[in-house]
């Protein structure tokens, strides 16, 4: 989006007889778009991202709760359809599922609000809620926190429901180009936990770097530059310890 407001931005200054500052926008706005398509740029920014809190080697043998980030859930598809509908996050979902069989003792917990406009009365834990139960989990109590709209939020409310106490073991679901800013939230909040990234959109190798189209790539680019944003917004206001959280311990 910044890119095609400054293509936009030169283009008006070229119009409207700026023609070296106009020049000068639609430049860089062109290089960086073609650096995008032709050099693995997102997979260079986001990679870093997903591989600062690698998956754990061995799980517990038993956990006290599973937590899944929302975010994986399209409320307003959702509500459209009738049925639950997920995003390419989706991998936050199954996994949840999936360490709940794993884990049968576990506490399970979704949380997830609606920050949208539109069907803002359905919230991203009233759909996932749909989901689990269709998917086995519907005799297992499962606690939905559906009033956080934020990753912050979701770590301040969790905190206050569940009151974490020393010796537990909590293992967190996230995505892995998410799981700094969420662990880095934790962390702050003196609430250690396991982290279970999933969801990855880069791997080693530069086959790998280079997969996917020119959209798929300014995706990523546009991935990176909202985490690395959200994380430096995040350090500034005081909501965690570092600018770029890593494992502790």
Request: glycine share 10%.
């Amino acid at each position: 989006m910044l890119l095609l407001l400054l293509a936009c931005l030169g283009l008006l200054l070229v119009i409207f007889q700026r023609r070296r500052a106009g020049v000068t926008c639609l430049s860089v706005s062109l290089a960086t778009l073609a650096a995008i398509a032709f050099l693995p740029v997102g997979s260079w920014l986001l990679a870093p991202i997903e591989n600062r809190f690698p998956q754990p080697q061995a799980l517990p043998g038993s956990v006290t709760g599973i937590i899944v980030l929302g975010g994986a859930v399209e409320t307003a598809i959702s509500a459209a359809h009738g049925m639950p509908a997920l995003n390419a996050a989706a991998e936050r979902m199954t996994s949840f599922v999936t360490l709940a069989r794993r884990y049968p003792g576990a506490k399970l917990i979704f949380t997830g609000g609606n920050g949208e406009l539109v069907h803002a009365d359905l919230t991203e834990a009233d759909v996932a809620k749909q989901l689990f139960d269709g998917l086995g989990l519907a005799d297992r109590d499962v606690i939905y926190e559906h009033r956080s709209r934020t990753t912050y939020e979701n770590v301040r409310d969790l905190k206050v429901l569940l009151k974490p106490q020393p010796g537990q073991t909590w293992l967190l679901i996230s995505s892995a180009w998410h799981m700094p800013r969420a662990m880095g939230l934790f962390q702050h909040s003196r609430w250690p936990v396991i982290p279970y990234p999933v969801g990855y959109k880069t791997g080693p190798g530069l086959v790998m770097a280079l997969r996917g189209s020119f959209p798929d790539r300014l995706e990523l680019v546009d991935l990176a530059a909202h985490e690395w944003i959200g994380l430096t917004a995040y350090w500034l206001l005081g909501r965690t310890s570092a600018l770029f959280p890593a494992p502790q311990g």
